[in-house]
């Protein structure tokens, strides 16, 4: 949808316009919808439009759902990259004190008045006190105004993700190479030799995320353990609401380089990937239905990175790869002045 009035314009709107009222309630639906719930019977020609709960029902709304969508605005005005969580630590979902911050309701909640503002427009205007309307409380443009922009900055949801290996399309998802006690060689000549062997070994399990590692062992200058291991998947998505045009983003997050258990040191790849940072590895524009990510890099490569480190006597193991420690999507919603709306 579209706001037929929007910011200060709101000043001369007509609380009994069954249009403007339906606007908000509107947008409220679009949310609500985003969200897998069912959209509440629009106000209509009849309804006491002076009623509370035209505007109370919403402000309780969101005051119960703000933490259901991802922080995507630095301040009212100012939206968040598209892209602003590849890289980040955290996926940050809205508090309801930094919802009002950032909507520039400086009292930390909703305005209501039991009196005509002097400049409605200024936050700190003397009539004015924080918390929702009720009754006792007089309707003035500050309600839509307020909504309005509360509404325009829940515009983004996260939703859980699983993976699938059964749609890889070749049929397998687990393709590895190996040698062992590989003596007299170098360990460059080990690595060429296990690469030789990298084939497909397996198919795999539902819900286990891709993985791509390499390790070395030492024995001694002329004999190593060389392999590498590649585990692909697509990440899916089900059940997103398609009321409305939306852009999936396919997020995850990488282990951080740690201790491994033989004893060494995993390194996350040197620096190919984000540790312990979030990846947009995928975007699409969904449509119905169960949602696909590619998979991550080509299971015909036996690298997703490069080899680990040679081993060396003092060390005896090095690893290097690349594994999932967590998942999920970020659904961007169509925003034009609110969602592309759709009639339930």
Avoid at 6 to 12: F, I, L, P, R, Y
Avoid at 234 to 257: E, M, S
Avoid at 261 to 273: L, T
Wanted: hydrophobic share 35%; charged share 20%; proline share 4%.
């Amino acid at each position: 949808m579209g706001w037929t009035l929007s910011g200060t314009a709101w000043q001369d709107y007509d609380w009994q316009d069954e249009d403007l009222i339906q606007d908000l309630w509107k947008a409220y639906n679009e949310r609500r919808q985003a969200l897998g719930q069912s959209p509440a019977t629009l106000p209509a020609a009849g309804d006491d439009f002076q009623h509370i709960n035209i505007y109370k029902t919403i402000q309780d709304w969101i005051a119960s759902n703000y933490d259901d969508f991802v922080r995507s605005h630095t301040a009212y005005g100012t939206p968040r990259a598209t892209d602003y969580y590849d890289g980040e630590a955290t996926i940050e979902m809205w508090t309801f004190a930094d919802l009002c911050t950032a909507a520039g309701l400086t009292g930390g909640d909703f305005r209501r008045a039991t009196a005509k503002p002097t400049d409605w427009t200024s936050f700190s205007d003397a009539a004015y006190s924080a918390g929702r309307h009720a009754a006792g409380y007089i309707i003035g443009p500050w309600l839509p105004f307020d909504l309005q922009r509360m509404l325009n900055m829940l515009i983004w949801t996260k939703k859980t993700a699983l993976w699938n290996w059964s749609v890889v399309a070749d049929g397998n998802n687990v393709r590895q190479g190996s040698v062992d006690n590989y003596s007299p060689h170098t360990w460059d000549e080990s690595k060429t030799e296990c690469d030789s062997r990298y084939t497909a070994s397996s198919t795999g399990s539902n819900n286990v995320p891709p993985e791509a590692w390499t390790e070395g062992k030492y024995y001694s200058d002329t004999m190593w353990h060389a392999r590498v291991e590649r585990r692909l998947s697509k990440l899916q998505v089900t059940g997103v609401p398609t009321f409305c045009t939306r852009t999936i983003d396919f997020c995850v997050k990488a282990t951080a380089d740690r201790l491994a258990s033989y004893p060494d040191v995993w390194d996350n790849c040197g620096d190919d990937v984000n540790e312990e940072a979030w990846s947009i590895f995928d975007t699409i524009t969904g449509t119905s239905g169960t949602v696909r990510s590619d998979t991550i890099g080509n299971i015909n490569d036996p690298h997703l990175c490069t080899w680990c480190e040679p081993p060396t006597a003092g060390t005896i193991w090095k690893s290097r790869g690349y594994e999932v420690e967590d998942e999920c999507v970020i659904v961007r919603w169509n925003v034009t002045n609110g969602f592309a709306y759709v009639a339930p």
